[in-house]
């Protein structure tokens, strides 16, 4: 199949999600044609079935806000009738779902139709998609797509609660692929951030309101008073100065080490024992299962589809958003039994598996599948 892919080209599980489905989707032969505003930051390998297609919106002086929703969707009708596309993904609802029906509108005027997938990632619902001044657009590019997905049960649940959908949504959840995972922890060594064997507790995150990353410095403030242990913190963002502001302050920050953004945050979760996710809200939590697939339990809250990814008592611990104090036990409880952690390592890394690419992706080429034989029916 002949698919285009329209993602947010940040760092942000958006767009890893639909680089990771791009790169799968590649490996089974099709051909798949992203579109964004810059090459999304995970596309940095070669394949002969993978095409980036940059969406530059000319500055006019007139314009305060860049129009680029509509050169998106040109765009957009550029690739499908060249490149012959046979359906559309676009992956955040906001604005890529109004922008796909606009697309599809000027293609129908041509006599092409090109199905499209909507797939919502949390914050499109959970926070922007909240906003009235979205809702009608929101709602009415739902009901218009061809198919819903979103990542958990809980993002679906939400969406029926905020938005009066008509359409099903299917849940397809996030992936990782395993053998990944696995080839890389030959090449880990603790020694630079642990030379005495201290446990490694890590967090990753894009530095929003939403990772409450202030309670990952409280957590570890309360762990390292009992047991010796280190904090790395990876990636960066709006809460990034304050959060090391806050670091620098407390008695153990000769102990925290913020890395900023590293291009495969693999490198650094081979060395963790611990992940930290103490999240505001969280549809999903793609950095919980990364972790996870690196064979780390995980400390988390119990916000949207976290406890579909870690299972409390099994692969970490989950609480309720901003109880420090109850994650900060369950940390020591893990990091100070060897066997326990090791055992919730074991139960974390099987979890993770039925994330597996393997498992997820035949769920989108059937979703595709569908789409396109109804569309050929027409
Ligand atoms: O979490 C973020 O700040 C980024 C955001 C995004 O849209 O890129 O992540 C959302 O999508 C991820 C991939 O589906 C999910 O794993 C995250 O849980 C979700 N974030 C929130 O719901 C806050």
Do not use: W
Not at 9 to 31: M, Q, W
Not at 118 to 138: K, M
């Amino acid at each position: 199949m002949n698919i285009g892919i329209v993602c947010y080209p940040t760092y942000g599980g958006s767009g890893v999600v639909a680089t990771e489905l791009g790169i799968a989707l590649a490996k089974e032969d099709h051909k798949v044609h992203f579109m964004s505003y810059s090459q999304p930051f995970r596309l940095n390998q070669f394949s002969e079935n993978l095409f980036y297609h940059e969406v530059s919106v000319n500055d006019y002086p007139l314009f305060e806000y860049q129009p680029y929703e509509s050169v998106l969707a040109s765009k957009i009708v550029d690739v499908a009738i060249y490149e012959r596309l046979d359906v559309l993904h676009v992956h955040y609802a906001i604005p890529h779902a109004s922008v796909a029906y606009m697309a599809q509108q000027i293609l129908k005027s041509k006599k092409i139709g090109l199905p499209y997938v909507t797939t919502l990632h949390g914050t499109d619902i959970t926070l922007v998609g909240r906003d009235p001044s979205f809702e009608p657009v929101i709602r009415f590019s739902l009901n218009q797509s061809n198919a819903i997905t979103s990542v958990s049960e809980s993002l679906m649940k939400d969406t029926l609660k905020t938005f009066k959908i008509d359409n099903k949504i299917e849940v397809i959840p996030n992936f990782i692929n395993i053998e990944d995972y696995k080839s890389s922890t030959g090449q880990c060594s603790k020694k630079h951030y642990a030379p005495h064997g201290e446990k490694i507790m890590v967090h990753v995150s894009n530095f929003r309101k939403v990772k409450r990353v202030e309670d990952v410095i409280a957590i570890f403030n309360k762990v390292r008073a009992k047991l010796r242990c280190k904090l790395i913190l990876v990636g960066d963002g709006p809460e990034r100065s304050a959060i090391e502001t806050l670091a620098r302050k407390s008695k153990h920050h000769a102990d925290i080490v913020s890395l900023g953004r590293i291009p495969n945050p693999m490198d650094v979760l081979c060395i963790g024992d611990l992940f930290l996710l103490p999240s505001e809200t969280e549809s999903f939590g793609l950095a919980a299962l990364e972790a996870m697939a690196m064979k780390m339990p995980v400390i988390s809250t119990n916000a949207g589809g976290l406890p579909e990814v870690n299972l409390t008592g099994k692969t970490g611990f989950t609480s309720n958003v901003g109880n420090i104090g109850e994650m900060a036990t369950n940390a020591i409880k893990l990091l100070s039994d060897d066997k326990l952690l090791e055992k919730f390592r074991q139960n974390a890394f099987a979890h993770a598996k039925k994330f597996d690419v393997n498992v997820i992706l035949p769920m989108y080429e059937n979703l595709y599948k569908r789409l396109v034989t109804k569309n050929k029916k027409k």
